[in-house]
């Protein structure tokens, strides 16, 4: 399991990170409500521990934003010192799954996000959607408006990552580090494989989803 820890005193975060990582998990960690936030947003994390009191935005603000996003329901662990009822039910009104208060032992909160790690996983779908887009993981279906569409292996790692990050750019760097890693080609292979996928996603259908940033890169995102 890949974990998001967001917590603002140091030597909290390298305790957890420390600990998480000797039993196997990759963990990436943020001092800051900003900083954790676009980590949680931009990546693919099974967990996130998030602290309560944040420099910049507050955790209950952090979790709430991140359950605003169409494709964020990772599950959420409280960390705080506040041990208050009406403190706990801010947390859970704003999207927590769980919640424990400072001071913890690293094993319980380890039990508690493995917890909450595999009973999210056990229920949720592993589709990822973007308007009327989908993309099963499991089955490798990709569909539009129900309609099944026909993608090659290159194309559904494309998209694969266009969907995780959507509505965000994805950059020409990470398209190629995704397919090809330090063995780029040296022809526009990338070039010709969007086309290929824009051709698949968008050709048949009124709303473009997969939009080019010139100079930059490309994102797959619906009508605002």
Known sequence: MRILVIEDHKDILANISEYFTLKGYEVDGALDGLTGLHLAV????????LDLMLPGMD??????????????????LMLTARDQLEDRLTGFSVGADDYIVKPFALSE???RVEAIGWRANGFRK?????HDLT????????KRAG?????NPTNRVLLELLMRKS???????EFEQALWGSNTPDSDSLRTSIYTLRRTIDKSFDIPLLHTVHGMGYKLQGPQ
Do not use: M, W
């Open 42 to 49: 931009t990546g693919n994390y099974d967990a996130i521990i």
């Open 59 to 76: 955790g209950n603000l952090v979790c709430k934003k991140i359950r605003e996003t169409t494709r964020q329901q990772v599950p959420i």
């Open 109 to 111: 909160l380890f039990a």
């Open 126 to 130: 592993h589709i990822l959607q973007v």
């Open 135 to 142: 993309y099963d993981l499991d089955s490798l279906e990709v």
């Open 147 to 151: 309609q099944l569409l026909r993608l």
């Open 167 to 173: 509505p965000l750019l994805v950059r020409r760097r």
